[in-house]
């Protein structure tokens, strides 16, 4: 501890040198600027480090079992997060980041502590050393790390959260092996990158276990609008990824001008993004009453009528593993065995969130989506055809032959339904013909993808076939025509 207490003083030391006012850094040279800045960061780790080791002690000496005589409840705080976010001056996140690697690292130091006594024991026997041994949480690598001064306390918690839990699919050892990569290139990363890593390692041990967390995303979904005491009206909502990259994409394209976006060439879009530019408003007003005109057109829109417009894309990648596992997912339902290797996934560009097999067959299928395929060393394959798009015409045709979503019983009108290619357009070489498409609402739209139903036609006549776990003779069903009856 010494060693660490002589290297934090002199890391403070190199600081103080630096200057005491905005004027004394302004006359740094570039070089010395350079310099100053890695100094600042490796004491701030160093200070990072001892504040993580005292928010551990002070969550031990607040745990809940000591009641009112916890050290955060006899100073009137509820949490001992709630205490260092007080004292600090930190945000409540900040506070429950330095718990959390805190409480960590003074778990790992404890149990690697009862390994050593008990090998430096003249008695010691090889079960109980084992038994101390395993005590040690798969994470210690990560406390040796920052208490090394390797890794920021920004990072552990990227990598302690990102890598998750052990569970019946994820072991402490393959936690472990994940961690041991990823430690080897976290000192190149910053926080926000290693979360990536992290989390994408976790992805790969527990593929299977994709679609039930992006299912407890959508479950998360709401949209809360209520009226203050004073008339305004005040909007809180979360989105699942998906959902939330479309609603990014749609704002994106409306204020893109404002964040030094697209420069268009087409001199009618130039002279829109200069006007949006030259905007008395705020980038956030525009935001506001973009989204109030949007309910406008949205409510006088002819129920009867598929939108069939310009919209948002969203850019999906998607590996040539994913497609051929999509393809052989029909066979692998009935395979009492379950699949041969684990289900592929993919990625909505710029979400670090993964998709399931499911996502991406029902996004491929979508007018909003475009697919960007991958071999397996990364290379682009290809990045799909526009000509999978249904024509507004050919939506309009749908919206009055179909009446609406198909889906059994289903009341949504045309203008709540979207475009479903029967044959999957990227993965079974669909063809954008009007027989080919039938009109499905978001909800229906989801379950079809979800739990594998599919739709087939019969010359004019729609069927859709249930999974064999709905019904084991998969007994296919009419989907006759919503629309009233001339």
Known sequence: MIDLA???RQAADAVALLGSSSADYEALADAA????QKQIAAARRLLDTRAAWMAGTIARRSRPELGHSGLAAQQGFLSPEALIQKWTGSSKGNAHKMVAVGTMMADAEAAEKQVEAALSSPNADAAEV???E???PWQAPIARAVTAGTLSVDAAESIRSGLGQIDAAVTAEKLGAALEALLTEASSLNADEVFKRARRMRDRLDEAGIAAREKQAYDDRYLQVYRLRDGKVRLN??????????VLSTFDS????RRGGVRFVDPERAAWAKKMQDDPRTTEQIAADSLVQLLKIAGEADPGRVFGGRRPSVRMIVTEKALKTGQAGQAEQVNEHGPAEPAAHGQIEGNPLPISQETIDRLLCDTGTRGIKFDDNGQIINV???ERLFTEKQRAAMAVRDGGCLWIDCDRSPAWSKAHHINEWLKGNGYTDLADGVLLCHPHHLLLHNQHWTISRTGTQHWLR??????PKQTLIALPSKRANL
């Open 254 to 257: 409306i204020i893109g001008p």
């Open 237 to 246: 909502g979360l989105f699942a990824p998906e959902d939330g990259e479309f």
């Open 134 to 136: 395993a005590k040690v």
């Open 6 to 8: 002589d290297d934090l």
């Open 384 to 386: 799909g055809r526009d």
């Open 130 to 132: 084992a038994e101390f």
């Open 33 to 36: 600027v350079l310099s100053g």
């Open 466 to 471: 249930p999974p064999v776990e709905v019904d």
